[in-house]
């Protein structure tokens, strides 16, 4: 069963920067569109950018400019860099194919954690 691994969270002051990773327990993150997702305490869950097999990619407005998607497909790895980090910024990260399907719920690793603040 597939189950994603995700890693690199922290905290950080504003401005700073983090690279979140994420594996997979089989190889799937080079055939799907991957997104990263993210969920702040007492909001829905969103999507936050996706990369397609083709490296064609989508951010959503907040985070356009400043964060980075990209995949490495011999480590079998999804990336999210991300720069110029605000305090909206704070919420547990997930990786999981996008874009989200009921198919994929038991796919959703235990997520990293991302702390902006001073």
């Known amino acids: 069963q597939v189950k994603f691994v995700d890693s690199g969270g922290g905290l950080v002051q504003p401005g700073g920067s983090l690279r979140l990773s994420c594996t997979a327990s089989?190889?799937?993150?080079?055939?799907?569109?991957m997104g990263w997702y993210r969920q702040a305490p007492g909001k829905q869950r969103e999507l936050v950018a996706t990369?397609?097999?083709?490296?064609?990619?989508y951010y959503t407005d907040s985070v356009k400019g400043r964060f980075t998607i990209s995949r490495d497909n011999a480590k079998n790895t999804l990336y999210l860099q991300m720069n110029s980090l605000k305090p909206d910024d704070t919420a547990v990260y997930y990786c999981n194919i996008a874009p989200y399907s009921s198919y994929w719920e038991n796919y959703w690793g235990q997520g990293t954690q991302v702390t902006v603040s001073s």
């Open positions: 089989t190889v799937i993150i080079n055939i799907y569109t």
């Open positions: 990369i397609t097999g083709s490296s064609d990619t």
